[in-house]
């Protein structure tokens, strides 16, 4: 058995809730696939009306494979690129030149362990903070899914109202893709589309309406 977050919308508010499901182990994508199913087949069971939609290149589903942040791109650089690039430390960066690497390459880069403390991020010259935790990653993603993807195919996320990443453990991570996708369900909600955020007005919002 293994957990696993989802998450959704209550009361105006992005939450998320661990659900409990047999875990299928290995790495092959059939593998993965089953331990999805088992995932939304929990998240079903606590909730009848449950729309769950995987979003990863794992799932099955086409529309969670375009919002995989592995498929996203923003300023025609990877979003993951854009993430690592953007640290700021104590010791060092931002690293401008892994927005020119291969995601694993930028991901895994020493620099990103060995300059101290992680300080701010920063992106097109405009520094984000650390709180809320996951307000950099957000706002980027949300960006790059509206850079990336048709406006049809944004309105289409409203048609699911539970969000997963198996990978996602956030015993070991803070970021994940899944609550990115819950906000933009929750924004589209309120706004019938995707604005353009600017970043003080993402950072409030991201304050009011995201638990972390």
């Known amino acids: 058995m293994a957990e696993r977050p989802a998450f959704f919308i209550r009361q105006g508010k992005v939450v998320s809730k661990l659900y409990s499901f047999e875990w299928f182990a290995g790495f092959a994508a059939s593998q993965k696939q089953k331990s999805i199913e088992s995932l939304h087949h929990a998240i079903r069971e606590a909730d009848a009306i449950a729309k769950p939609l995987e979003i990863s290149t794992k799932g099955k589903e086409a529309m969670g494979q375009k919002l995989s942040a592995f498929n996203l791109r923003l300023n025609n650089y990877a979003l993951e690129n854009i993430f690592q690039s953007a640290k700021v430390f104590e010791d060092g960066g931002p690293f401008?030149?892994?927005?020119?690497?291969?995601?694993?390459?930028?991901?895994?880069?020493?620099?990103?362990?060995?300059?101290?403390?992680?300080?701010?991020f920063r992106y097109l010259n405009e520094d984000f903070p650390l709180t809320p935790k996951t307000v950099f990653y957000d706002y980027i993603y949300i960006a790059a899914v509206k850079e990336s993807l048709t406006a049809d195919e944004i309105n289409a996320i409203?048609?699911?109202?539970?969000?997963?990443?198996?990978?996602?453990?956030?015993?070991?991570?803070?970021n994940t893709?899944?609550?990115?996708?819950?906000?933009?369900?929750?924004?589209?909600?309120e706004c019938g589309c995707l604005p353009d955020f600017q970043k003080g007005d993402f950072i409030q919002y991201h304050k009011e309406h995201i638990l972390e």
């Open 96 to 120: 401008l030149d892994l927005l020119d690497v291969t995601p694993k390459e930028a991901r895994r880069d020493e620099r990103l362990h060995a300059s101290g403390k992680l300080r701010a």
């Open 158 to 174: 409203s048609n699911y109202n539970y969000f997963t990443d198996i990978e996602f453990n956030p015993q070991k991570s803070i």
């Open 177 to 189: 893709q899944a609550r990115a996708a819950a906000i933009i369900k929750l924004i589209l909600d």
